[in-house]
Antibody, heavy 126, light 109 residues
Framework: QVQLQESGPGLVKPSETLSLTCAVS?????????WGWIRQPPGKGLEWIGS???????YYNPSLKSRVTMSVDTSKNQFSLKLSSVTAADTAVYYC???????????????????WGQGTLVTVSS | QSALTQPPSASGSPGQSVTISCTGT?????????VSWYQQHPGKAPKLMIY???KRPSGVPDRFSGSKSGNTASLTVSGLQAEDEADYYC?????????FGGGTKLTVL
């Protein structure tokens, strides 16, 4: 059974960098799939931040791209998120999830997120 | 802001059926069969309920079904149960910057 667990500081000061790690168990990241980060501001909807392949290939939400860096550590079976220059608008529950694809006609497309970690609340405040 | 439009709320009585819509464009929902649906209970992580328009992951009750017509995808919950009360989000490949809809709160009356 694949399980994901987010970890990192729950409080970050404005203008600093938010750093989170997602530990994966029950599946080797090196075996495939993309691995993604999604966030949810309090009382609001879901926002995709970005996804990374075990090779290190990354895809970021264009609206966050300038501030996002994702990395993967296959030896520890985990992947990480850094979000720089944070403001109060970055306060949210941050989830990690496996990001699956579907293929047809010789091309593959983003398809689903499953499973998800339990999420971790990050508050941006001085 | 979401590129996919969902009604803010939906409701139904136990045993009834409810359908939640997710409207996009010919560039996302209408152009690809990669629509997924997620259920989120308060304080919990989202759970995949439907993927690739109409496929159910193992363990998801067959009361949940998905379909698509043109640029609109739909999630139908049949035989409503109290535990179905939750927020539901759709997602589609190629849906602008954010692949998720704004979410629909389903209330079981």
């Amino acid at each position: 059974q694949v399980q994901l667990q987010e970890s990192g500081p729950g409080l970050v000061k404005p203008s600093e960098t938010l750093s989170l790690t997602c530990a994966v168990s029950g599946y080797s990241i090196s075996s495939g799939y993309y691995w993604g980060w999604i966030r949810q501001p309090p009382g609001k909807g879901l926002e995709w931040i970005g996804s990374i392949y075990h090779s290190g290939s990354t895809y970021y939400n264009p609206s966050l791209k300038s501030r996002v860096t994702m990395s993967v550590d296959t030896s520890k079976n985990q992947f990480s998120l850094k979000l720089s220059s944070v403001t109060a608008a970055d306060t949210a529950v941050y989830y990690c999830a496996r990001h699956g694809t579907g293929c047809s006609g010789g091309s593959c497309y983003w398809s689903w997120f499953d499973p998800w970690g339990q999420g971790t609340l990050v508050t941006v405040s001085s | 802001q979401s590129a996919l439009t969902q009604p803010p709320s939906a409701s139904g009585s136990p045993g009834q059926s409810v359908t939640i819509s997710c409207t996009g464009t010919s560039s996302d929902v209408g152009g690809y069969n990669y629509v997924s649906w997620y259920q989120q209970h308060p304080g919990k992580a989202p759970k995949l309920m439907i993927y690739e328009v109409s496929k159910r992951p193992s363990g998801v009750p067959d009361r949940f079904s998905g379909s698509k017509s043109g640029n609109t995808a739909s999630l139908t919950v049949s035989g409503l149960q109290a535990e179905d009360e939750a927020d539901y989000y759709c997602s589609s490949y190629a849906a602008s910057n954010n692949p998720f809809g704004g979410g629909t709160k389903l209330t079981v009356l």
